[in-house]
């Protein structure tokens, strides 16, 4: 994540939504260099891009109410680690929501991130 970020720098200055399996969480920042999930949050939020799920809940990396991913789909074992990060000015008035995992485990071990963006 943290190269792609780098090499479209320029175009993130424009509107920008990032999304996808980031594979990454605060509690693996083990290393304090730029390209942990904390240095690439640090990164996109100077180019006021911010995580969509943490706006709209209005909580801090690592508070996560919800998982996105859950190891060899065992509900005990499950991680947020999908993310949508979007320029200020997109997410001002939208709405998240993160599919059940009754609905989607059979299908992937990843659950989908539904954004409506006004």
């Known amino acids: 994540m943290w190269n792609a970020i780098l090499y479209y720098k320029q175009e993130l200055k424009t509107k920008s939504?990032?999304?996808g399996d980031?594979?990454?969480h605060v509690r693996w920042?083990?290393?304090r260099?730029?390209?942990?999930h904390s240095g690439v949050v640090a990164f996109l939020k100077?180019?006021?891009?911010?995580s969509c799920y943490h706006h709209f809940y209005q909580i801090e990396q690592g508070q996560e109410l919800d998982s996105t991913w859950y190891m060899y789909k065992h509900a005990d074992k499950s991680y947020?680690?999908?993310?949508?990060?979007?320029?200020?000015?997109?997410?001002?008035?939208?709405?998240?929501?993160?599919?059940?995992f009754d609905d989607w485990i059979a299908l992937?071990?990843?659950?989908?991130?539904?954004?409506?963006?006004s």
């Open 80 to 100: 947020h680690l999908d993310y949508c990060f979007a320029s200020a000015c997109l997410i001002k008035d939208m709405t998240i929501e993160i599919g059940r």
């Open 17 to 19: 939504i990032l999304i």
């Open 33 to 36: 260099h730029p390209g942990n």
């Open 46 to 50: 100077v180019l006021n891009i911010h």
């Open 29 to 31: 920042d083990t290393q």
């Open 108 to 117: 992937s071990d990843h659950l989908p991130l539904i954004i409506n963006f």
């Open 22 to 24: 980031f594979n990454s």
